[in-house]
């Protein structure tokens, strides 16, 4: 292959990445800006990427939300992955709780688009349940799980603790980020007291 083929080559390649990051951005930033739903129509006119070209780099609409999906997931690596630092238990709860008000704060418009559209989509239904199990593994890993706290608490306190609490208390009753979190926090507190916790180290 001559020089220029080379080139030409690498410049379309180039071309497509941005194109794909322009529209992954562009939806990324509808939804974080409460559209449920956005249209390919949307998305194109948002990137500045012409329509067909969207479909050239995606296949359909839920080949995007997958982009997208992915692409937040790196945005809550850190809080999310980071080995929380409190040892007494009431403080770690706590700390717990706000990683998560962290965490659900980014993710909040983007799983209230995926529970418009989960019921038709595969991968939005594997992605909660990916969540689901992140959480509920965090759970159990830092502060009690169905082993050391009776089975029906553990279930309330994983129910609580979850991103469709959350938003219940968001969207429904209207709290702010500060007053979800510190409801959700009481909440985990009584579950918790109702079960004779906390407990020493030795005895989680």
Same mark, same amino acid.
């Given at each position: 292959?001559? #020089? /220029?083929?080379?080139?030409?080559?690498? $410049?379309?390649?180039?071309?497509? %990445?941005?194109?794909?990051?322009?529209?992954?951005? @562009?939806?990324?930033?509808?939804?974080? %800006? /409460?559209?449920?739903?956005?249209? @390919?129509?949307?998305?194109?006119?948002?990137?500045?990427?012409?329509?067909?070209? #969207?479909?050239?780099? +995606?296949?359909?609409?839920?080949?995007?939300?997958?982009?997208?999906?992915?692409?937040?997931?790196?945005?809550?690596?850190?809080?999310?992955?980071?080995? !929380?630092?409190?040892?007494?238990?009431? &403080?770690?709860? %706590? %700390?717990?709780?706000?990683?998560?008000?962290?965490?659900?704060?980014?993710?909040?418009? +983007?799983?209230? =688009?995926?529970? @418009?559209? &989960?019921? /038709?989509?595969v991968f939005l239904k594997e992605d909660?349940?990916?969540?689901? $199990?992140?959480?509920?593994? =965090?759970?159990?890993?830092?502060?009690?799980?169905?082993?050391?706290?009776?089975?029906?608490?553990?279930?309330?306190?994983? @129910?609580?603790?979850?991103?469709? +609490?959350? !938003?219940?208390?968001?969207?429904?009753?209207?709290?702010?980020?500060?007053?979800?979190?510190?409801?959700?926090?009481?909440a985990a507190r009584a579950i918790l007291?109702? $079960? $004779?916790?906390?407990?020493?180290?030795?005895?989680?």
């Open positions: 292959m001559q #020089v /220029g083929a080379i080139k030409e080559t690498d $410049g379309r390649r180039l071309r497509r %990445e941005s194109s794909r990051r322009q529209v992954i951005a @562009a939806m990324l930033d509808l939804v974080r %800006e /409460g559209t449920i739903q956005p249209r @390919a129509e949307d998305v194109a006119l948002r990137s500045g990427v012409g329509l067909r070209t #969207v479909f050239r780099l +995606f296949n359909d609409m839920e080949s995007l939300y997958r982009e997208m999906m992915i692409a937040l997931r790196g945005q809550i690596e850190t809080p999310r992955t980071a080995p !929380l630092t409190e040892t007494d238990p009431l &403080r770690r709860l %706590e %700390e717990l709780v706000r990683r998560r008000a962290e965490i659900f704060q980014i993710i909040e418009p +983007f799983q209230r =688009s995926a529970l @418009a559209l &989960r019921h /038709g989509s909660h349940a990916r969540l689901f $199990g992140m959480l509920r593994k =965090s759970l159990v890993l830092n502060i009690a799980g169905p082993d050391t706290l009776a089975p029906p608490l553990f279930e309330s306190l994983d @129910a609580i603790m979850g991103i469709e +609490f959350w !938003l219940r208390l968001r969207d429904d009753q209207g709290l702010s980020p500060e007053q979800t979190t510190t409801a959700i926090l009481a007291a109702a $079960g $004779g916790w906390p407990r020493g180290q030795d005895d989680r």
